[in-house]
């Protein structure tokens, strides 16, 4: 036990600047109904205390899958193909419950919040610690450190961290498969690749991000021809889910997919584009390119067209190569199929790949200013990133967190009850 706490405090001391880089983006997010951002629709989790308040239409949704799980889908199944993050909520939560039972009575709001909330900050930890491992590892610490500052003080790192949603991970999961599939190519077993990969599924299970595991499928299974693995993974991944879909059944729930069976992602790809015409399909597609191109500019705006100033430096150029240029290319072109298969073009849908734009663009950024003598600058740089950053949630007028107007969506009984901040069982 003394070991394992020495290892915990050891690890601690090891990544406090990206713990604190993640416990500031959550106190940001917690506290944002004070900058205003969706004055017109909120859901407060407290009347007077403008703490965790929500500004996305799905949070009371996402939240009660996680209270109530799993006894909400029976009322609500919108969520049901989304299990990790409903479990992680009631578990946390109930186990904080139990632990400060003899202490104070937590209800249902007070134990969801803090489940929620808990599993999100996980996924972004352990994803900043991810970026921060792989980006040192192929350049610098330097480099590292400032690619977690800019990737997670994002808007869309901000406005998601204390979110009751899942769209975060959009980002963040990229970030931790290719963390783990560089650890598993440095050092092969078949017990890794099965844990990974069931690791994985249970990753999926929280949102559906498959652009960079389908990228490592190609990479592995075409270039460098690991069939077996490339297969088993790809089957091993799948367990978390035929669990689940097991004990739906058993439950007597039904199961609903609700971006498949509502908006018919992926499935169009099979149902409407081989029966269109030659000149229509080319058009879709040439379509879809430039709305993805727009996409790219909206999320990453001028680190968009820093990156590729990058490969000037001669490091990136040993960084790159065959193996990471065909990985890379692979990576971008699957970020694209994902988003032609969803018919999705939100501005959030690219962020896929701020693993590759950020640290490229920091890179330049860096060797233009130790060119010309300006290292310091990065300091204020970043400050005013993250103001900007800051800014860009305000609406005006500015409207004090009171007179917000309190909204829910949806007529069942457990979104009713959230009114007032008060959640009753």
């Given at each position: 036990m003394k070991g394992i706490l020495k290892g915990i405090l050891k690890g601690l001391l090891k990544y406090r600047f990206i713990i604190l880089i993640t416990v500031s983006v959550f106190f940001i997010s917690a506290n944002i109904a004070w900058l205003n951002p969706r004055p017109d629709f909120v859901i407060k989790t407290h009347?007077?205390?403008?703490?965790?308040?929500?500004?996305?239409?799905?949070?009371?949704?996402?939240?009660?899958?996680?209270?109530?799980?799993?006894?909400?889908?029976?009322q609500n199944n919108l969520r049901i193909n989304r299990p990790t993050y409903a479990f992680g909520t009631r578990f946390i939560g109930e186990t904080v419950g139990f632990a400060?039972?003899?202490f104070v009575k937590l209800n249902i709001l007070a134990k969801g919040i803090i489940g929620y909330i808990s599993i999100k900050f996980i996924f972004y930890l352990f994803g900043a610690i991810c970026l921060y491992e792989i980006i040192k590892k192929y350049l610098n610490e330097k480099i590292a450190l400032l690619s977690?500052?800019?990737?997670?003080?994002?808007?869309?790192s901000i406005e998601f961290a204390t979110t009751f949603n899942s769209s975060e991970l959009q980002f963040i999961i990229p970030i931790i498969i290719i963390y783990l599939f560089l650890n598993l190519a440095k050092e092969y077993s078949l017990k890794k690749n099965i844990i990974y990969s069931l690791l994985l599924g249970l990753i999926m299970l929280?949102?559906?991000?498959?652009?960079?595991?389908?990228?490592?499928?190609?990479?592995?299974?075409?270039?460098?021809?690991?069939?077996?693995?490339?297969?088993?993974?790809?089957?091993i991944h799948l367990v978390p889910l035929l669990v689940w879909l097991l004990f739906i059944k058993i439950s007597g729930l039904e199961y609903w997919n609700h971006e498949v069976q509502a908006y018919g992602m992926g499935v169009w790809l099979f149902a409407e584009l081989p029966f269109m015409n030659p000149i229509d399909i080319i058009q879709v597609v040439t379509s879809s390119v430039i709305d993805w191109l727009i996409v790219l500019i909206k999320y990453f705006h001028i680190f968009i067209f820093l990156a590729p100033f990058a490969f000037m430096n001669d490091k990136i150029k040993n960084i790159f190569n065959k193996n990471t240029t065909i990985f890379s290319l692979l990576f971008i072109f699957s970020v694209w199929l994902q988003i032609f298969a969803s018919r999705s073009y939100a501005w959030y849908m690219s962020s896929d790949i701020a693993i590759l734009i950020f640290p490229l663009a920091i890179l330049a950024i860096y060797a233009v200013l130790k060119k010309y003598n300006l290292?310091?600058?990065?300091?204020?740089?970043?400050?005013?990133?993250?103001?900007?950053?800051?800014?860009?949630?305000?609406?005006?007028?500015?409207?004090?967190?009171?007179?917000?107007?309190?909204?829910?969506?949806?007529?069942?009984?457990?979104?009713?009850?959230?009114?007032?901040?008060?959640?009753?069982?």
């Open positions: 009347e007077k205390i403008p703490l965790f308040w929500q500004y996305n239409v799905d949070s009371s949704h996402e939240f009660l899958s996680g209270a109530y799980f799993p006894e909400y889908y029976e400060l039972s003899p977690v500052i800019i990737t997670f003080f994002h808007p869309h929280a949102k559906q991000t498959y652009a960079v595991y389908l990228a490592i499928l190609l990479f592995s299974f075409f270039y460098k021809k690991k069939y077996k693995e490339s297969v088993l993974s790809g089957f290292k310091k600058a990065i300091i204020p740089l970043t400050g005013l990133y993250i103001i900007l950053s800051l800014i860009s949630f305000i609406n005006l007028p500015w409207i004090h967190p009171y007179d917000q107007i309190n909204k829910l969506e949806g007529k069942d009984e457990k979104i009713e009850s959230i009114k007032g901040g008060v959640l009753t069982e």
